[in-house]
């Protein structure tokens, strides 16, 4: 009853797997942490163009995109990704990522935008602390 | 941004808008309320499919060829694909783009996942207005996904102009779990996965159930097969949609939308008035000593609310 008339903004994260590569268990388990932590989770399937994950963003008006890439194609994926969702206006989405993806690239990463990078073996725990603390407080 | 420009945004078909709006419906009731105000006149020309079934019956990818077809016969198609929270967490995991994905940057094609919230009694009042902010947008055909068996398939009249309900062989009870109500809303029966070689018993279990209805009635469900995965029978069933279409314009329309209208009235006012009612009880204090005395048993719930109403309670 303490639901009616009002209801919580709820965080809304796509979860996407930009590139070629075929493995998604890592990005599924993340995308299941998220929703066990009362999140709506998008997943985007594998093989994504980055056209194709920043059209879903704006379609599904995510506040949070986290990419998985296990290819190595990061430093020509990510750079893409970026430049879309700041032409279709997306600045105030939170972008994480995670998988394979060397330490010297995270500095490069992070410049251009992607706000943290998590390897493997990060505890679901920490990434769901991670989104909860800094996904974006919009007001619709 | 304002709520005038979302709305300017979304008659002018712009996705982002349309978005934004969709946000705004399943957030913020009040907002949501102005929004859909302004949006209203400008609805009413989609044709709105609703398209429900068990889990595994291949839904989404027989949208995804829906929406092939429907553009290749110039049509513009939003998808509304409804999947349900936890009762547990509140979260929910939507996965039902995954196989739409390639229609993602189409311009004609406007996908949304949303997820049940707080609605275990069916279809989200969000939905409705997000079928509603589409059809503003000016999509031609709005496509509404919802699983699972039971009060939400049902509920799927309630939005949708053509009710397509989908089976496939193989998915065990199927037809045990349509009888309880899916079989009084389905306009067309989809069989799909119709290349596995029991597609014909479930096509034969289905008309056993439909001829179990001697009702005469002006439109008899149809049943097709179809092979999402290669696009076979999928021209046919957009056929038959069209034709279900002409048959409501021609017979039903004015008694459908009447009905439609009054089912969304009388909800509103549910919903206003309830609201309206908890609202006061709450700020006048009154609605814990209410709730203890339900607890203890000394009053009844629907005597309290005949109380509440008749300003009887102190």
Known sequence: MQDEGTSVRKI?????????????????????????????????????????????????????IGLSILSGAHMTLFPRIMELLREKGLTDVLVFAGGIIPEEDIPELKKIGIKEVFGPGTPTEKIVKYVLENAPKRES | MLIDEIAKGVLAGDKRSIA?????????????????????????KAHIVGL??????????????????????????????????SPFTGGAFLGDRIRMQ?????????????????????????????????????????????VGAGQSEVDIVKVAQTVVVVHAPGLGDEIQAIKAGLMEIADIFVVNKADRENANKTVMDLQAVLQLDNEPKPWRPPILKTVALTGEGVSQLLDKIEEHEH????????????????????EAIRDKVTSSIIEKLKREKKLEKILQKIVDRELDPATAAEKILNQELE
Do not use: C
Request: aromatic share 4%; proline share 4%.
């Open chain 1, 12 to 64: 809304r994260v796509l979860i996407a797997k930009p590139g070629l590569d075929s493995h998604d268990r890592g990005a599924k388990i993340v995308a299941r942490a998220l929703r066990d932590a009362g999140m709506e989770v998008i997943y985007t399937g594998l093989r994504q163009t980055p056209e194709q994950i920043v059209e879903t963003a704006l379609q599904e008006d995510v506040d949070v």
């Open chain 2, 20 to 44: 934004k709006a969709i946000t705004i419906v399943e957030n913020s009731p009040s907002e949501a309320q102005r929004l859909i105000a302004i949006l209203y006149p400008h609805t009413g």
């Open chain 2, 52 to 85: 429900t079934g068990p889990g595994g019956a291949g839904k989404s990818t027989l949208i995804e060829k829906m929406i092939r077809e429907y553009r290749r016969r110039g049509k513009t198609v939003g998808v509304i694909a409804v999947d349900p929270t």
């Open chain 2, 102 to 146: 390639e229609l993602s940057t189409d311009e004609g094609v406007f996908i949304r996942s949303m997820a049940t919230r707080n609605n275990p009694g069916g279809i989200a009042k969000a939905t409705k207005d997000a079928v509603k902010i589409l059809d503003a947008a000016g999509k031609d055909i709005i496509i509404v996904e919802t």
């Open chain 2, 247 to 266: 048959f409501l314009r021609k017979e039903l329309w004015q008694k459908r939308i009447w009905e439609k209208a009054q089912i969304e009235l009388i």
